[in-house]
């Protein structure tokens, strides 16, 4: 039997993490950790067509419940994840009723002593179907140190609120009414009632190195593969030329006192864009952009509300292209300059 040696990972700022013993609490959970990971090593669901990176997955439930999941790549570089195929087995585990809740998320991948990082759209999907009460253990199919996060450790909510008195010096909006106008004319999400989560529509306003500002607003079709508001701002931006962008705004039509929901997929989005410009842009990797989130009067077009973040923050522990390693972000580097200097690209 493989063993695992079990700490805990906990984030710290602009992604990172550190590691530490396991507290009193999780000592007591040690054979649900052992479990997991012996279920997501002997799963043979996943089938990594293209990128050969095998991800297995077990959730061990209160009642001991083993539901097993693996990655499934298909089409042109799409994917289905460890993390959502092992929901779709958990439902069917349980007939879809949460009798039992799910404990520990267990993921076998990469090496020794890298804590899971789940993607955004991962993110969104165990954020709705398990809540933010269980753990996700992550370690190599050889054994060695596995590390334990809790999945809360994974969300970022704390945007710091801007005074009302202070929202003219931090947001920089020209013409507030013609931005949030063209977020409507682009929108086209006709399955979505604004009933169920209304947070999770919003607008996003991308300003590229060359001062222009794009709008973006989510498109839902009827396959429910929803393309969201700021990845569609930010491919408008690499459309006319742009590469890298400066600042964000995400744009809610509410009166709420709560910021719009930005999704943790549109999240990953944006720090992609932003790590993979980083090569090519001369600075280190520390390099962030702000992002401000309002809540506007639909009728009034004026801001009645307004927190701030960045890229790096909202996203804790991201899944990036440096989680891939050195020779893809090599790869990317060479892919990146290639397409700048083919097609003129340029951010000034």
């Not at 947001?171 to 009632?193: A, H, T």
Request: aromatic content about 10%; overall charge negative; proline content about 5%.
């Amino acid at each position: 039997m493989v063993e695992w040696e079990f700490k805990r990972a906990v984030p710290t700022r602009c992604g990172g993490w550190e590691v530490k013993p396991l507290d009193n609490d999780q000592l007591e959970r040690l054979r649900s950790y052992q479990m997991s990971l012996e279920e997501a090593k002997d799963s043979k669901i996943s089938n990594p067509v293209f990128s050969k990176y095998h991800v297995r997955s077990c959730v061990v439930s209160s009642d001991k419940t083993r539901s097993r999941g693996g990655n499934i790549e298909y089409g042109l570089c799409q994917a289905l994840h460890g993390e959502e195929s092992v929901v779709v087995s958990f439902r069917d585990s349980h007939q879809g009723a949460f009798f039992s809740h799910p404990g520990v998320l267990g993921l076998i991948a990469g090496a020794p002593g890298n804590p899971a990082t789940p993607c955004g759209n991962c993110r969104d999907i165990l954020l709705d179907e398990f809540g933010t009460d269980f753990e996700v253990v992550s370690g190599a199919g050889e054994g060695g140190l596995a590390l334990v996060v809790k999945f809360e450790d994974y969300l970022f909510d704390r945007f710091e609120k801007i005074n009302q008195r202070d929202l003219a010096d931090w947001i920089n909006i020209k013409d507030l009414e013609s931005l949030i106008k063209q977020g409507r004319r682009l929108e086209d999400i006709p399955y979505f009632d604004g009933k169920v989560h209304p947070e999770r529509r919003y607008f996003a306003v991308v300003t590229g190195k060359n001062g222009k500002q794009y709008v973006g607003a989510s498109e839902g079709l009827v396959d429910y593969h929803t393309n969201y508001a700021l990845r569609d701002a930010l491919r408008t931006m690499r459309k006319e030329g742009g590469f890298m962008p400066s600042d964000v705004i995400i744009i809610g039509e509410s009166e709420s006192n709560t910021p719009p929901h930005v999704m943790y997929k549109d999240r990953q989005h944006l720090l992609e864009r932003i790590d993979r410009g980083i090569p090519l842009s001369g600075f280190g990797p520390e390099l962030d952009v702000s992002v401000t989130l309002i809540n506007v009067n639909p009728e009034k077009f004026s801001v009645v509300s307004a927190w701030q973040t960045s890229a790096r923050e909202w996203l804790p522990m991201p899944f990036t292209p440096a989680n891939l390693g050195s020779e893809l972000n090599a790869h990317l580097k060479e892919y990146d300059e290639g397409k700048r200097a083919l097609f003129d690209i340029s951010d000034s």
